[in-house]
């Protein structure tokens, strides 16, 4: 298994020195410890605003952790190939919900140090239910779901406790929603109706 470590060029650095530079600016902090083995799937929610990937950067930094995110295949292209790695990208196919499933559960397998960055929302406006492939990723890679919090109102976020999916999808939602109860995110009236009911992959 590897790690695939990979050095970001110097416009990847300034970029994100830029983005932790806001972040510790306009006073945020970081909480929580990261769970060992580094190899789990960070649920990134509430997602109501732009902002978000700002400050998720800068507490990630302040955690001393490089999360990996997905993203269709066609932004792996030049110009655009090395930053999105140096982000942490890893391109997936989303022509089918399946692919991109089975795709992390591989990734998952390949590499010894592996926090996958999932907004199960799917969108910064209002939802109904959460999309439920970060779920099936966890579950089918054996790895646990981890909360990540960004709270607005305190100007701090972080990690939350690691939870292991049991296969029971509510029960295991219901801890989770218990969690982010006591979230303020960026735009309160956009916070999900519901993250424990099933919905779409």
């Keep these: 298994m590897t790690n695939q470590i990979r050095r970001p060029s110097l416009v990847s ?12 600016r306009n006073g945020w902090s970081a909480f929580g410890e990261v769970p060992e083995p580094r190899k789990f799937v960070l649920i990134a929610a509430p997602h109501t605003s732009n902002w978000d990937f700002l400050y998720f950067i800068g507490l990630t930094e302040d955690l001393g952790i490089m999360p990996h995110f997905m993203a269709k295949k066609s932004l792996f292209r030049w110009p655009w190939k090395n930053f999105m790695l140096d982000m942490g990208g890893v391109p997936v196919d989303r022509s089918s919900n399946q692919n991109y499933v089975q795709a992390m559960i591989d ?27 970060f779920y099936h990723i966890a579950l089918g890679a054996k790895v646990p779901l981890v909360v990540g919090m960004m709270d607005y109102a305190k100007k701090s976020g972080g990690l939350g406790p690691a939870i292991w999916p049991t296969g029971d999808f509510k029960a295991d939602m219901a ?3 218990e969690l982010y109860a006591k979230v303020t995110p960026k735009h309160p009236g956009k ?8 919905s779409e992959t």
């Design 13 to 24: 650095r300034l970029f994100r020195r830029a983005l932790v530079w806001i972040y510790r």
């Design 107 to 133: 990734e998952f397998a390949k590499r010894t140090e592996f926090m996958l960055t999932i907004a199960p929302e799917g969108t910064r406006g209002a939802v109904r239910k959460w999309k439920t492939g």
């Design 175 to 177: 801890k989770i929603a």
């Design 191 to 198: 916070k999900m109706a519901s993250i424990t009911g099933e």
